[in-house]
């Protein structure tokens, strides 16, 4: 294979990461503000250590229902 299509290859590999990755950013904001709507939080209010506590809850409900199955 040529350098030229190599760089090609990796210059889509490249792009096809930062699609994978702007994907998963989207998903974990939807997920976030979907959490926060289910709750009746206010953005204005939430530390960061609330967020965390919320998360690790979330986390451990998610893994507790995922081992009942």
Not at 22 to 34: F, R, S, T
Not at 45 to 67: D, E, R, S
């Amino acid at each position: 294979m040529s350098q030229s299509n190599l760089e090609k290859q990796e210059a889509k590999l490249k792009q096809l990461n930062q699609n994978i990755k702007a994907e998963k950013n989207k998903i974990e904001q939807n997920l976030g503000k979907q959490i926060i709507r289910s709750a009746n939080l206010d953005y204005g209010t939430l530390t960061t250590p609330q967020i965390k506590m919320i998360a690790k809850k979330v986390a451990a409900f998610l893994n507790q229902a995922q081992n009942n199955r």
